[in-house]
C-alpha cells in the first residue's frame, strides 16, 4: 500500500491563484520530499523537508511538516499556468538505512490562464 | 550523460514476449530504484540498487519480474511472459546516495501489452 497519500486527488484554479495541496502518511519517517511530474514525463524533485524541520520555502514553494498528525502540506503561491502538473508526495521512512521511497497517488493540479 | 536515460521510450510487444528495459543512470550515481506507474496512478516501487549490496527486489511484483546492474552502473529490467496487467510505464532514477533523498528520474519507458 502506499505510504503517502495526497488531497486533493484533483483542484482547479485560476491563474494567479494559491495551491494547497497535502499529504499523510502512516509510519515514521526519515525525510518527506515533493515531485512534480508533467503529463507523459518523468518526475522533478521540488522540495525536501526533515523530519526535525517544520517548515521550508523555496521560490513560490512552501512546505509544511507535522510529524505529530504525520502530514505534509504544499502550497504554491501565485500559481501559473505552468505550474499544471501532478504533484507527488514521497517518504522515506524512519530507522531505514537505504533511501527507499514510497510515493502517494499524486494531485492533479490544473492552473486555467 | 547529463540525466538519467532510458530505453525504448515506448515498446509495444504480446502478450507471452519479453522484454528488457535499460536505465542508463547519471554518472556517479551510487543508487539506481525501478519504479512502475500505472495509468493516472502513483509509483509503485519494484527494485533498488545501492553500491554492491543486494539489491532491495521486494516491490518486484512476480517472479517474472527481475533485473540487474552491470558494473554499478547500467541496468536492465526484464519481464518474461508479458501479460497485460505488465502494461505500464516504468521509471528509472538515481541519486547520488540513498541519504541524500533526491531522486532523479528518467522519462520512463512506456509499456504496453497487447
Known amino acids: 500500500s502506499q505510504q503517502g497519500e495526497e488531497d486533493p486527488q484533483a483542484l482547479s484554479i485560476q491563474e494567479g491563484e494559491n495551491a494547497t495541496m497535502n499529504c499523510s502518511y502512516k509510519t515514521s519517517i526519515n525525510n518527506l520530499q515533493w515531485y512534480r511530474q508533467n503529463s507523459g514525463r518523468g518526475l522533478v524533485h521540488l522540495i525536501l523537508?526533515?523530519?526535525?524541520?517544520r517548515e521550508k520555502h523555496s521560490g513560490r514553494l512552501r512546505v509544511t511538516l507535522d510529524t505529530s498528525k504525520k502530514s505534509s502540506s504544499l502550497l504554491i503561491t501565485a500559481s501559473r499556468a505552468a505550474d499544471t502538473a501532478s504533484y507527488f508526495c514521497a517518504t522515506i521512512a524512519g530507522g531505514t538505512s537505504y533511501g527507499k521511497l514510497t510515493f502517494g497517488q499524486g494531485t492533479i493540479l490544473t492552473v486555467h490562464p | 550523460g547529463a540525466g538519467v536515460s532510458q530505453s525504448p521510450s515506448n515498446k509495444v510487444t504480446e502478450k507471452g514476449k519479453d522484454v528488457e528495459l535499460r536505465c542508463d543512470p547519471i554518472s556517479g550515481h551510487t543508487a539506481l530504484y525501478w519504479y512502475r506507474q500505472s495509468l493516472g496512478q502513483g509509483l509503485e516501487f519494484l527494485i533498488y540498487f545501492q553500491g554492491n549490496s543486494a539489491p532491495d527486489k521486494s516491490g518486484l511484483p512476480s517472479d517474472r519480474f527481475s533485473a540487474e546492474r552491470t558494473g554499478g552502473s547500467v541496468s536492465t529490467l526484464t519481464i518474461q511472459r508479458t501479460q497485460q496487467e505488465d502494461s505500464a510505464v516504468y521509471l528509472c532514477a538515481s541519486s547520488v546516495s540513498p541519504n541524500t533523498g533526491e531522486l532523479f528520474f528518467g522519462e520512463g519507458s512506456r509499456l504496453t501489452v497487447l
Open positions: 523537508i526533515r523530519s526535525n524541520e
